[in-house]
């Protein structure tokens, strides 16, 4: 859950573990990413699109080796690295969605 009515923009899930002679459980398992919405970009699209703003990002993806990242703007806008079996969902958050007639439309 995010503060200030905030939309998260991703969730993924855990499976933890412990030994019976230990107090606190471990990290054994995490799921790909699931985010919530968001636009996929790719380093050649990024660079077609010649933006001076972007040049820190193109710099990254190039060191970090990044082929694909996903932009979301949720609740403020963000970049993260898209891995290979993260799944990009069909979703708009509430304070987007047009409202018609006292009913709400995705």
């Not at 107090?23 to 054994?28: E, F, G, Q, R």
């Not at 990413?33 to 001076?52: A, D, Q, S």
């Not at 972007?54 to 891995?83: F, G, H, Q």
Request: charged share 30%.
């Amino acid at each position: 859950m995010e503060r200030h009515g905030a939309t998260p923009y991703a969730f993924r899930f855990l499976t933890k573990a412990r030994e019976d002679d230990e107090l606190d459980s471990k990290i054994v398992e995490k799921s790909n990413f699931y985010y919530l919405g968001g636009k996929v970009e790719t380093l050649e699209g990024i660079i077609e699109r010649n933006h001076p703003s972007d040049r820190m990002l193109i710099s990254n993806m190039r060191a970090n080796n990044w082929a694909k990242v996903i932009r979301n703007a949720n609740s403020y806008c963000w970049t993260m690295p898209l891995e290979k079996d993260d799944v990009v969902l069909d979703y708009v958050p509430p304070h987007k969605r047009k409202v018609e007639n006292n009913a709400i439309n995705p």
